[in-house]
Structure formats: C-alpha cells, structure tokens
C-alpha cells in the first residue's frame, strides 16, 4: 500500500477496557478525520495489579489483531500496558507506536515551575517508575512523588465519580502527596480524568493537574504528519468498537465518556491472537 493509500488506514487504539475511550475522545476531537479502530480488553482488566510478562503478552495479542484491521499507526490508550509493555512492542512493529506516558511526562515538566510533581497511577504503572525515569530524562532535578490508587478505577467505573465516597478515597490515597511541594500532578491511569474535577477541588489552583490523553492525541497527529499520514479526506472518521468480554457492560459505560454510537461494539476471542 502506498502512503496515499495508507492516509486512510485506521488508527488503532487500545486499553485494558473503557479507559482508554478518554483518549480515544481527545484523538477524535483533535483529528476528526481519522478512522479509529477501538479495542477494550474488557475479560482481562484490570491490568493495573498483573505482571509485566503479562501485560507484553496481552498488548502483543491485541497489536496483531489491530494488525488485522490494517491500522497505520497504534495508540496504547492504557499508562499500564505503556508502562510495562511499549519499549518491548514498540521494537516488533513497523508501524509507529505510542503510548501516553512520555506524552504525559512532556507535559508535566513543561508545566512545573518547582520540578515537583506527582503522579497518580495503578500500582503496575507506579511500581514500574517509568514516569519517574521520563520525567528525570527529561529534567534531572525533577522529584517525582508516586502514588498508586487502586479503588480509582472500580469507583468511576460503577458511576460513582460523584459520590461522597470517592472524595473520602481521594483524600486517602492522595492526602500525603498534598502535603508535599507538587506544583503538578499527572493523572495517570486513564480512568482518572473522570475524576479530574474533584481531583482539582481537592489540591486547589495552585496544583496544575495534567491528562495525557490532550498530549497524546497531539504526539499521534505529529508522527502521522511527519510520516505523511495524516487523513485528509474531509469526510469525518469512522469508528469501530471491540472488546474481549460481553459488549453489553462496555457499550452502556461507552456511551458515557464519548458522544458516539457505539452500540455496534462487537466482541472478539482476543486469545485466538
Ligand atoms: N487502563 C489502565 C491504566 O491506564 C487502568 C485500568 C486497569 O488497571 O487496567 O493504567
């Protein structure tokens, strides 16, 4: 396929379920015209408390079968499977892929004025340091302060981001990293710019809060024009759902975060990948 060919092509976007729709929202708003294949590894999630081994395998999977819908260039939507898998991914495929972490950390360091910042992530993402080892590549007198926030994600996804509950978990998990100079905090796990809202009220103006996702969409609509990629049929992109488990459970969340129909979700047997 020639590079005119290619333009129209798919962008494929994974994650370990619904997160990921954060930024797959963010690519659809920045780069309307792009078709966009969506996968949600919803019988697998969470992949915030598996095991690296794993997290490579189940990306490995999900790129092959994104592969089979003839994608230009791949968006690992999830800071677990970015964490643990892209470097390894990455190196197997030819199209370009990108995660949100080094995204998120570019835009953390561009915001903070003190070099203290702190990210809130699952305990895969945060156990792993690579936000931290981004950040100081990136600015070596950085202090990163890492935090991970387990309940986050079961809390938004059974509706309860506006819950009294979830301002008691907020001010569990992040009432240490409050106390410390962080001028700038990264939400990094997907699920948490749900929660972007009452994460702000809780740190107050003088915290800059960050989402990946704006900074990610960006990163993807420059290697695709960098590499002439960049869809410009004038005509609004084209959208494509699959998951792993029962299609039912993640269209109902879906229809939520993005202003789609995604009624046509369709589950696939991602193990047969
Ligand atoms: N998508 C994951 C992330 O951004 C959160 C959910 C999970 O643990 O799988 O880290």
Do not use: W
């Not at 408390?49 to 089979?68: A, C, H, M, V």
């Not at 643990?84 to 004025?113: F, N």
């Amino acid at each position: 396929m020639g590079n005119i060919d290619r333009k129209y092509a798919p962008v494929g976007v994974f994650d370990s379920g619904v997160g990921g729709l954060t930024v797959a929202r963010e690519i659809m708003r920045q780069l309307p015209e792009e078709n966009v294949v969506y996968f949600g590894d919803t019988a697998r999630v969470p992949y915030g408390s598996k095991s690296k081994n794993n997290i490579i395998r189940f990306s490995r999977q999900i790129i092959r079968f994104l592969e089979t819908k003839g994608v230009k260039a791949i968006v690992i939507a999830c800071n677990t499977a970015s964490a643990l898998a892209l470097d390894t991914v990455r190196q197997e495929v030819e199209i370009p892929v990108i995660g949100v972490i080094e995204p998120g950390a570019r835009a953390a360091v561009r915001e903070t004025a003190n070099g203290c910042i702190g990210v809130a992530g699952t305990e895969a993402t945060i156990r792993s340091e690579t936000y931290t080892k981004v950040i100081k590549r990136l600015r070596p007198d950085a202090e990163v302060i890492g935090k991970a926030c387990p309940l986050f994600v079961p809390l938004v996804e059974e509706g309860f981001a506006r819950h009294h509950i979830t301002e008691e978990v907020i001010d569990i998990y992040l009432r240490e990293m409050k106390d410390t100079d962080i001028d700038t905090m990264i939400l990094g796990c997907t699920h948490y710019p749900l929660l972007r809202s009452r994460i702000m009220a809780y740190f107050g103006e003088n915290v800059h809060i960050v989402n990946p996702a704006y900074e990610t969409a960006m990163d993807l609509k420059e290697i695709l024009g960098k590499e002439g990629l960049l869809n410009d049929s004038g005509r609004p992109g084209e959208y494509q759902f699959y998951v792993s488990d029962a299609a039912e459970k993640f269209t109902a969340f879906a229809g939520s975060i993005l202003p789609y129909d995604v009624a046509a979700t369709r589950q696939i047997n991602i193990e047969e990948y």
